[in-house]
């Protein structure tokens, strides 16, 4: 008998919560309230809505929101069970109920003094067993004391995985750039494309370059080809199968598979199923990181997390950031009909930070089905996106300031930079703090034509405002503060999968992705012309790529 996961019990469908119904009343009445209303009733409206946590200032007083919105939203909060929920992720509960899994990326940061169980036992210890192996590896080869197989140091390390063992990894390191070892090279290699793994050893020797092989179920397609392809670039210029061993290392749930790659399973670091893909960067996964930053470095990083892990479990839900970054979003996908969210960071070292976002925010939340399987009547996860400031205000921001959709921004900075030249930081901040301003409030007509704006230019440089944003300042970037915004993030939208009441740790869309090319690729490789299944459009195309793939190998033969 097959039994049917039973998650939330007692939490009634979304749109019969008390709360929502109340939250339907009262958009009805402030959707049309502008924020210059809004600052203009209350003097110590920045007061009100924002405070500090862990280290984060968050300033939400930019919201279309007032005492009533806050206060209807977190009952909406109570009424959707958040805080068992919280409960049942920080204990270990299978709350991922499609793949029966629990979700404990929170153990991840986990002090050593700690106990999570998982099916009866303490996973902490493990987790700290890995963290002290990836320690002496990543000591190993930072000092050059891991040599490669002609003796030489390693001087480069490539990451190979896709998604979530990709750009948590790539993101990290950009961001922690400045804490690298600088006389090391970090790439990533990710795409199937082969111009990403040419592009990303072109110019480096093998005897000097190192691959972390990063894929938790060891199986991907992309991650494989790859790393079937930088097993031959480094056999080709080593020559000795012993080399392997040397060269390449793995991060894996699956031993099996990484023995039968040829990697020997010493150098193996080992992540459990309970952590999902898009949650893993600080698991093993975060090998890259470690040894680009330090040991010391990465637990500062840990330590972030876990900073606000606790916040997240503790804080009451008034002064929960995640909470209340969460139920803000559901407010503008729910009510307002706002599609998007950009994430702009005033920070070139968060410059993947937006990419990053969009895979833990879409593909946990891009869900149409509740968690007992029911189609939901609403919108869930919106759409992330964003790049870093101020390269976005010369490109989309105008669509933001002057289009006809609602777009809520958060908005990173941070009081100090890491590269002080000039006044380069008070030029960027400024622009925080002018867009935020411009967003909210917007110029008048009467303001325009103050300006001696001819009439029929008026409505051209009016801005209506009225558009929502957080503002979220922290002192510096270090890794302890990556891992607090990451964390923010993670538990936001574990806030919004609740009240959605939909599973956000589970991901059939991707594991679709990786069947359906499978189907395919041996027609593309066939010899003879293989018969067609597909619909018109794929048959043709499939024909058309069969016959003209070889263009550019003629060209060459004929040129
Ligand atoms: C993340 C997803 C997905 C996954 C990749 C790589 O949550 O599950 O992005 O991380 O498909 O999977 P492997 O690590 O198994 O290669």
Same mark, same amino acid.
Request: proline share 4%; with cysteine.
């Given at each position: 008998?097959i039994?049917?996961?039973?998650?939330?019990?007692?939490i009634?469908?979304?749109y019969?919560?008390? $709360? !929502?119904k109340?939250?339907?009343?009262?958009?009805?009445?402030?959707q049309?309230?502008h924020? %210059?209303q809004?600052?203009?009733?209350d003097?110590?409206?920045?007061?009100?809505?924002?405070?500090?946590?862990v280290?984060?200032?968050?300033?939400?007083?930019?919201?279309? #929101?007032?005492?009533?919105?806050?206060?209807?939203?977190?009952?909406? $909060?109570? /009424?959707?069970?958040?805080?068992a929920?919280?409960?049942?992720?920080?204990?270990?509960?299978?709350?991922?109920?499609?793949?029966?899994r629990a979700v404990?990326?929170?153990?991840?940061?986990?002090?050593?003094?700690?106990?999570?169980?998982?099916?009866g =036992?303490n996973?902490v210890?493990?987790?700290?067993?890995?963290l002290? /192996?990836? @320690?002496?590896f990543?000591?190993?080869?930072?000092?050059?004391? !891991?040599?490669?197989?002609?003796?030489?140091?390693v001087?480069?390390v490539?990451n190979?995985?896709?998604?979530?063992?990709?750009?948590?990894?790539v993101?990290?390191?950009?961001?922690?750039?400045?804490?690298?070892?600088?006389? *090391?090279?970090?790439r990533f290699?990710?795409?199937?494309?082969?111009?990403?793994?040419?592009?990303?050893?072109?110019?480096?020797?093998a005897?000097e370059?190192?691959f972390?092989?990063?894929?938790?179920?060891?199986?991907?397609?992309?991650t494989? @080809?790859?790393?079937r392809?930088a097993?031959?670039w480094?056999?080709?210029?080593?020559?000795?199968?012993?080399?392997?061993?040397?060269?390449?290392?793995?991060?894996?749930?699956?031993?099996?598979?990484?023995?039968?790659?040829?990697?020997?399973?010493?150098? *193996?670091?080992q992540?459990?199923d !309970?952590?999902?893909?898009?949650?893993?960067?600080?698991?093993?996964?975060?090998?890259?990181?470690?040894?680009a930053?330090?040991?010391?470095?990465?637990?500062? *990083?840990l330590?972030g997390?876990?900073? *606000?892990?606790?916040?997240? %479990?503790?804080a009451?839900?008034?002064?929960?950031?995640?909470?209340?970054m969460?139920?803000?979003?559901?407010?503008y996908n729910?009510?307002?009909?706002?599609? @998007?969210?950009?994430?702009?960071?005033?920070?070139?070292?968060?410059?993947r930070?937006?990419?990053?976002l969009?895979?833990?925010?879409?593909?946990?939340?891009? =869900? %149409?089905?509740?968690?007992?399987?029911?189609?939901?009547?609403?919108?869930?996860g919106? #759409?992330f996106?964003?790049?870093?400031?101020?390269?976005?205000?010369?490109?989309f921001?105008?669509? #933001?300031?002057?289009?006809?959709?609602?777009?809520p921004c958060?908005?990173?900075?941070?009081?100090?930079?890491?590269?002080?030249?000039?006044?380069?930081?008070?030029?960027?901040?400024s622009?925080?703090?002018?867009?935020?301003e411009a967003?909210?409030?917007? =110029?008048?007509p009467e303001?325009v %034509?103050?300006?001696g @704006?001819?009439?029929?230019?008026?409505?051209?440089?009016?801005?209506?405002?009225?558009h929502p944003?957080?503002?979220?300042?922290?002192?510096?970037?270090?890794p302890?503060?990556?891992?607090k915004?990451?964390?923010?993030?993670?538990h936001?939208?574990?806030t919004?999968?609740?009240? !959605?009441? #939909?599973?956000?740790?589970?991901?059939?869309?991707?594991?679709?992705?990786?069947?359906?090319?499978?189907? &395919? &690729?041996?027609?593309?490789?066939?010899?003879?012309?293989?018969?067609?299944k597909?619909?018109?459009?794929?048959?043709?195309? &499939?024909?058309r790529?069969?016959?003209?793939?070889?263009?550019?190998a003629?060209?060459?033969?004929?040129?």
């Amino acid at each position: 008998m097959i039994t049917i996961p039973q998650p939330q019990t007692g939490i009634i469908p979304l749109y019969e919560r008390p $709360a !929502w119904k109340a939250l339907q009343q009262h958009y009805a009445k402030v959707q049309n309230a502008h924020l %210059r209303q809004m600052f203009a009733e209350d003097p110590q409206r920045a007061e009100h809505f924002a405070f500090e946590a862990v280290g984060l200032y968050f300033d939400y007083s930019k919201n279309r #929101i007032t005492d009533e919105t806050v206060r209807l939203l977190l009952e909406l $909060a109570n /009424q959707s069970g958040l805080r068992a929920r919280i409960d049942a992720m920080f204990s270990g509960e299978k709350i991922n109920v499609t793949e029966k899994r629990a979700v404990l990326h929170v153990a991840l940061r986990a002090t050593k003094d700690e106990s999570i169980m998982v099916e009866g =036992k303490n996973v902490v210890p493990e987790v700290h067993a890995v963290l002290d /192996q990836m @320690t002496g590896f990543a000591n190993q080869v930072r000092s050059g004391q !891991w040599r490669g197989h002609t003796g030489k140091r390693v001087r480069n390390v490539i990451n190979i995985g896709i998604g979530g063992s990709d750009l948590g990894p790539v993101m990290a390191y950009e961001a922690l750039k400045y804490y690298s070892q600088r006389d *090391m090279t970090f790439r990533f290699v990710s795409n199937v494309d082969g111009t990403d793994f040419a592009e990303a050893t072109r110019d480096l020797s093998a005897d000097e370059t190192l691959f972390i092989v990063s894929s938790k179920t060891f199986t991907t397609l992309e991650t494989m @080809t790859n790393a079937r392809t930088a097993r031959k670039w480094a056999l080709r210029a080593l020559g000795d199968e012993k080399a392997v061993a040397r060269h390449f290392v793995a991060v894996s749930t699956n031993t099996a598979e990484v023995k039968k790659f040829g990697i020997d399973p010493a150098n *193996m670091f080992q992540f459990w199923d !309970w952590v999902g893909g898009r949650y893993s960067m600080d698991s093993a996964i975060g090998l890259s990181t470690m040894i680009a930053i330090g040991p010391d470095q990465f637990r500062a *990083m840990l330590a972030g997390f876990h900073a *606000m892990d606790e916040h997240f %479990r503790t804080a009451a839900f008034d002064r929960n950031l995640p909470v209340l970054m969460g139920l803000l979003a559901v407010w503008y996908n729910n009510f307002f009909g706002s599609q @998007t969210i950009a994430v702009l960071p005033y920070e070139q070292y968060l410059k993947r930070f937006p990419a990053y976002l969009q895979q833990l925010t879409m593909e946990s939340n891009g =869900k %149409r089905v509740t968690l007992d399987g029911t189609r939901v009547e609403y919108q869930t996860g919106p #759409i992330f996106w964003g790049e870093p400031g101020t390269n976005g205000q010369h490109s989309f921001y105008q669509l #933001i300031h002057q289009g006809t959709k609602l777009t809520p921004c958060d908005f990173v900075g941070f009081f100090q930079t890491l590269n002080s030249l000039g006044d380069h930081h008070d030029l960027l901040m400024s622009n925080v703090f002018a867009q935020a301003e411009a967003l909210a409030f917007g =110029k008048t007509p009467e303001e325009v %034509r103050e300006e001696g @704006t001819p009439d029929w230019l008026v409505p051209h440089r009016t801005f209506e405002g009225n558009h929502p944003s957080n503002v979220i300042l922290a002192e510096r970037l270090t890794p302890e503060t990556l891992g607090k915004l990451v964390a923010l993030y993670e538990h936001s939208v574990f806030t919004q999968g609740t009240i !959605w009441q #939909i599973d956000s740790f589970d991901q059939w869309g991707v594991e679709l992705g990786k069947v359906l090319a499978q189907r &395919i &690729i041996p027609e593309l490789e066939a010899t003879e012309e293989p018969s067609l299944k597909h619909d018109s459009s794929t048959n043709a195309l &499939i024909r058309r790529y069969r016959n003209l793939k070889g263009g550019a190998a003629r060209m060459k033969k004929n040129g």
